[in-house]
T-cell receptor, first 113, second 113 residues
């Protein structure tokens, strides 16, 4: 049973560029959430997708956008990258109707130069 | 405004002894709490959870205690093992309306052999 998979694992971008991160949820999970974890901090909630719609959103600017596909996989897009966007981006999946625990992927480490 | 706080950034414990990790929260509406463990270069993994209607939940060497009046929860690991060395995050959840997880900043546990 494959867990949550994310790609790419590492990437380097320059300021002003755009990035797309991808996530496949754990089998049987229908909800995907994205988190940003800066160095020395806990994961910060970006947004959550369920039934291909953004259901909840944290305090992140509109430069952060996402999408969920019919197979429940998801993308996180960040436009006009800033140095402060450098972080570990974590995808988490869950089946909220059944269990409340989040299952995380290994993350995508984004470095903005 | 940090709604979930882990005031100890690090903790060192001798192998075989008890590890106690603490977490405080400010929002009395949180009704579900979770602990996650994170190794370097891996995503957080779910450890144990507790509903606000309980004050204790036990799973093997791990026990979580919840004190609602003090808005405080703690994770006890007995006996501690070197493999427990990791960063531990507590998270709080509002299950009505929003399913937004709020994470603490983490406590780095080091179990000394």
């Amino acid at each position: 049973d494959a867990g949550v998979t994310q790609s790419p694992t590492h990437l380097i971008k320059t300021r002003g560029q755009q990035v797309t991160l991808r996530c496949s949820p754990k089998s049987g999970h229908d909800t995907v959430s994205w988190y940003q974890q800066a160095l020395g901090q806990g994961p910060q909630f970006i947004f959550q997708y369920y039934e291909e719609e953004e259901r909840q959103r944290g305090n992140f600017p509109d430069r952060f956008s996402g999408h969920q596909f019919p197979n429940y996989s998801s993308e996180l897009n960040v436009n006009a990258l800033l140095l402060g966007d450098s972080a570990l981006y974590l995808c988490a999946s869950s089946q909220l109707a059944v269990r409340r625990e989040l299952f995380f992927g290994e993350g995508s480490r984004l470095t903005v130069l | 405004d940090q709604q979930v706080k882990q005031n100890s950034p690090s903790l060192s414990v001798q192998e075989g002894r008890i590890s106690i990790l603490n977490c405080d929260y400010t929002n009395s509406m949180f009704d579900y709490f979770l602990w996650y463990k994170k190794y370097p270069a891996e995503g957080p993994t779910f450890l144990i959870s507790i509903s606000s209607i309980k004050d204790k939940n036990e799973d093997g060497r791990f026990t979580v205690f919840l004190n609602k009046s003090a808005k405080h929860l703690s994770l006890h690991i007995v006996p501690s093992q070197p493999g427990d060395s990791a960063v531990y995050f507590c998270a709080a959840l509002l299950t009505s309306g929003t399913y937004k997880y709020i994470f603490g900043t983490g406590t780095r546990l080091k179990v000394l052999a």
